[in-house]
């Protein structure tokens, strides 16, 4: 049994050209492997997971402008003593 690829997330920028584009460049995006998450389209972004070694590949394709490693940033509650 082969282990599943290693996944990581990802923001995927469309560029200005292809942004009233953004559904088919998700769509190719998805074809390389990417799990789509979100679309923002009013932001022209994409974000999703990918393996690890298709990551690359992203950055070829028409529209993108940039891939970048997605963040996890946790808040604090509102009634914490540090804000």
Do not use: F, W
């Amino acid at each position: 049994m082969n282990p599943s690829p290693k996944k990581k997330s990802v923001v995927i920028t469309i560029d200005d050209q292809h942004k009233a584009d953004l559904k088919q460049v998700a769509m190719n995006c998805q074809d390389l492997g990417l799990e789509v998450e979100y679309s923002l389209e009013t932001l022209g972004q994409i974000i999703g997971k990918i393996s690890v070694e298709n990551e690359s590949k992203l950055r070829n394709l028409p529209g993108v402008l940039g891939v970048e490693d997605s963040k996890d940033i946790q808040l604090s509650p509102p009634d914490s003593e540090i804000q």
